[in-house]
Nanobody
Framework: QVQLVESGGGLVQAGGSLRLSCTAS????????MGWFRQAPGKEREFVAA???????YYADSVKGRFTISRDNAKNTVYLQMNSLIPEDTAVYYC????????????????????WGQGTQVTVSS
């Protein structure tokens, strides 16, 4: 069982930056592929970014060039650096983890992940 705890959300003006963190319990963090998803009010959950066990990164087109996902296996933590924020980025952000071997083909889909955090609110004001 893996527990994920997100932090770093908050209120920021458009154009500003935030860094989200997601810390995982357990001693096999390096074996997990990780992802970030978000859900805005009245909308479906959507993929934001993912990082493989080896550190390869993948992004939704809507955040490419503005967001950066990274991981620190020594700290059992995955980060989402968000720059040039826009009001459309307002959502609850969730991190997710999977040990699954077929993650790559489904990395942008929630079904690919086995464990989820509780979410952290990000609000971008115009």
């Amino acid at each position: 069982q893996v527990q994920l705890v997100e932090s770093g959300g908050g209120l920021v003006q458009a154009g500003g930056s935030l860094r989200l963190s997601c810390t995982a319990s357990g001693r096999t963090f390096s074996s997990y592929a990780m992802g970030w998803f978000r859900q805005a009010p009245g909308k479906e959950r959507e993929f934001v970014a993912a990082i493989s066990r080896s550190g390869s990164t993948y992004y939704a087109d809507s955040v490419k060039g503005r967001f950066t996902i990274s991981r620190d296996n020594a700290k059992n933590t995955v980060y989402l650096q968000m720059n040039s924020l826009i009001p459309e980025d307002t959502a609850v952000y969730y991190c997710a983890a999977t040990y699954g071997s077929n993650w790559f083909s489904k990395r942008h889909r929630g079904e690919a992940y086995d464990y989820w955090g509780q979410g952290t609110q990000v609000t971008v004001s115009s």
